[in-house]
């Protein structure tokens, strides 16, 4: 709980440094934060463009791919942007917690916040091309699925930050798990490629990745992720994120006093 009250206690300083942390990102550009928006929204449009107009790809349940596909990538861009971020970030800051008297374990949250930015950038524009559409979302489970995805974001990064931090070499191998992971999740494909596999579908549905990819487009097409037979997999997701930020906080607090050491 101690990790909880150093958020509260500092939000305000949180939340102005993470402003900072993504307009300094593109301080030396003409365009500014405008890169921060234009790079995931082209990513984004081309993923759109090759798969629906040119492969004419159809999304599952005979939606449109744009409406299957934009929830889904919006929420895994979340996801890996802000663990890459967050998990470099005592690093990226390392003259604060080598000079100044700061609260090391807020650090992380800074990313998360300027990368957040973005993310609801993104959020923004699955949800309006889905209304488009005629996809309406479901306001309370949105509100859900952000819950849960920030929840595992920090979960995650307690652990990740520190030995990162401990480790420089541990990013390198996180990115490249981190792709792995991209092209695991159904992201750009459906979970019913898979269901005459029941054991792999079985296993694929437990992964926190998966959990959130899908119950962010359940938002925008109609189903819901905490019943309609998904509900032994809220519980299996939140299992896994309480006992990940267990794990991870245990890590981050006992390593927390090498950070100076080693940066």
């Known amino acids: 709980m101690e990790f909880i009250k150093e958020i509260v206690k500092n939000r305000k300083l949180i939340l102005k440094l993470g402003k900072n942390d993504f307009k300094n990102r593109f301080a030396s550009t003409s365009l500014g934060s405008i890169w921060g928006f234009l790079n995931p ?7 759109v463009i090759v798969f629906q107009f040119i492969f004419k790809t159809q999304g599952e349940g005979n939606s449109p791919y744009v409406v299957w596909f ?4 919006a929420m895994w861009m979340c996801l890996n942007d802000n663990i890459m971020g967050a998990s470099g970030s005592i690093r990226a800051y390392a003259y604060l917690v080598k000079k100044v008297v700061f609260p090391v374990d807020v650090i992380p949250m800074i990313t998360i916040t300027g990368n957040s930015i973005v993310s609801v950038f993104l959020f923004t524009i699955a949800a309006v091309v889905c209304m488009i559409f005629g996809y ?3 306001i309370l489970e949105f509100i859900y699925v952000l819950v849960a995805a920030y929840a595992f974001i920090l979960a995650l990064t307690r652990f990740t930050s520190a030995i990162t931090t401990l480790v420089p070499d541990f990013s390198n191998l996180l990115s490249i798990v981190m792709q792995i992971c ?12 898979i ?4 054991l792999l579908l079985n296993a694929m549905k437990c992964l926190p990745f998966t959990y959130l990819v899908t119950a962010f487009r359940e938002v925008f097409m109609g189903g ?3 019943s309609d037979g998904h509900f032994i997999y809220t519980i299996i997701f939140w299992t896994i994120t309480v006992v990940l930020f267990i794990w991870g906080n245990h890590v981050f607090k006992r390593n927390k006093k090498d950070f ?4």
């Open 195 to 198: 269901s005459e596999h029941p």
């Open 260 to 263: 100076a050491d080693v940066l």
């Open 224 to 226: 819901t992720i905490i």
């Open 182 to 193: 991209m092209w695991a999740t159904p992201v750009v494909w459906g979970l019913t490629m």
């Open 70 to 73: 934009l929830p889904g990538m």
């Open 41 to 47: 929204f082209v990513f984004m449009m081309m993923y």
């Open 136 to 138: 309406m979302p479901n």
